[in-house]
């Protein structure tokens, strides 16, 4: 990838560019249903990432603490304990200063966020999680444009993780605090590249194997 053809403010790294999106976002409390558009008032300055956020309840726990339903939910198992601080809004904006190049994608990285989360760019909902402890990519080629974007991430407490009716969580719930707890970044990559590396050792027959996954997002197949 050549840096002439990357558009600002896209940094080259390898074969691929990325444009790391911490730093100082806006939030605002929000409902568990996470329904957008969000709120258009009570938006405030907010850092991105985290470790702890004042606008998600931590349900009065440490960060490795082990919840249970009687931590979160009234004597129902239906209805949360408390009314506010179980949802918010982060948004920020994003300019890019140009075209993206062909045979490249544009892939959101989010390495951590806790527990529920919507992602939306430019108003196009493009991905959602309930993977609070991994890292999560959303493929966002087709939403974002050259110009101004805004990037728009609902997150909601383990109240969205919780089946009512078959009395369990959907996900783990345990480990970090609500929020996004690590990084958010926009990463430009091949159509075809490598997503994934597992390497398998063997001492006693001194080998190593290594098995790859490739994704091919381009029109045609392709032989590598």
């Known amino acids: ?17 990325t444009f790391d999106l911490g730093g100082m976002w806006e939030a605002c409390p929000g409902e568990p249903a996470l329904v957008f558009p969000p709120p258009t008032a009570g938006w405030k300055p907010h ?17 490795y603490f082990v ?15 408390r009314a506010d601080k179980l949802a918010a809004w982060f ?17 959101l990285q989010c390495d951590g966020i806790a527990w ?6 430019n108003g196009i909902r493009v991905g959602n999680s309930v993977l609070g402890t991994a890292p999560n990519t959303y493929d ?16 909601a407490g ?9 009395k369990t969580f959907i996900a783990p719930f345990t480990g970090p605090m609500p929020g996004i707890y690590d990084g958010v970044r926009l990463e430009l990559a091949p159509d ?19 098995d790859l996954t490739l994704i091919n997002d381009g029109q045609t197949a392709r032989t590598v």
């Open 192 to 210: 075809l590249r490598i997503d994934d590396i597992f390497v398998r050792t063997s001492v006693e027959k001194k080998r190593i194997e290594v």
């Open 91 to 107: 948004r920020r904006s994003i300019t890019v200063g140009g075209p993206i190049p062909n045979g490249s994608k544009v892939l």
């Open 67 to 81: 919840h249970t339903p009687d931590n979160i939910f009234q004597a129902d198992g239906k209805t949360p304990k």
């Open 47 to 63: 850092t991105v990432p985290h470790y702890e956020t004042n606008l998600l309840d931590s349900d009065g726990a440490g960060q």
């Open 116 to 121: 529920y989360s919507e992602v939306w760019l």
């Open 140 to 155: 966002v080629t087709a939403a974002l444009r050259v110009g101004d974007n805004q990037l728009v991430i609902g997150v």
């Open 1 to 17: 990838m050549q840096s002439a053809v990357v558009p600002s403010p896209f940094v080259i790294d390898g074969t691929r560019a």
């Open 158 to 166: 383990r109240v969205r993780l919780w089946d009512s009716e078959r």
